[in-house]
């Protein structure tokens, strides 16, 4: 996170941030983008497993810049809890019960249309990862991988960027 607040601080002074590159990464201009990577990132959790969800819950802990602001166990929950705190980045489970993530993620995008929404799953079906950037996720991360990938791929969806599992690197450009 702090190689991100470099980043931004570097390329907002040497006026590398164009308006066609990083415009409109999910309803962000310039300006939001630059201020969400210099500030602390408010991350929502959502997955119906408690000991996946304290796993996340302390590996994000680890990093200063990366503050867990909720945690939902179904995807009613998740909508709801989206709408109410408007979290910067929600980590959301596939397999979700009252509401899958997909379409959990589907009705996150109307009512937190600038939350930014990483998939973390078991699943690597093409077309549930194919499914999960339709609903609009900006990544997907296996569960066997997050150790390796969780970080990576948050950096990546907060600069607006997609991101697949390295285990999944033969899947294609998801773009």
Do not use: C
């Not at 415009?23 to 201009?29: I, K, L, P, S, V």
């Amino acid at each position: 996170m702090q190689r991100l607040r470099r980043l931004a601080n570097v390329t907002l002074r040497s006026g590398h941030l164009s308006r066609k590159r990083w415009g409109n990464f999910r309803n962000m201009n310039i300006e939001e983008t630059v201020e969400l990577l210099q500030s602390t990132v408010r991350v929502l959790v959502v997955d119906d497993v408690e000991l996946w969800q304290t796993f996340v819950h302390m590996h994000l802990d680890k990093e200063p810049n990366l503050h867990v602001i909720g945690v939902a166990a179904d995807g009613l929950e998740a909508v709801r809890k989206a709408e109410e705190q408007l979290p910067d980045l929600i980590l959301l489970g596939v397999s979700l019960p009252k509401l899958n993530g997909l379409e959990a993620a589907r009705q996150i995008r109307e009512v937190a249309p600038k939350s930014r929404i990483l998939f973390l799953s078991v699943e690597s079906d093409p077309d549930v990862v194919l499914g999960a950037f339709s609903a609009g996720g900006l990544g997907y991360v296996l569960k066997s991988d997050a150790a390796r990938d969780l970080l990576a791929g948050i950096e990546s969806v907060l600069l607006g960027r997609r991101f697949v599992s390295r285990s999944l690197s033969d899947f294609g450009d998801v773009t």
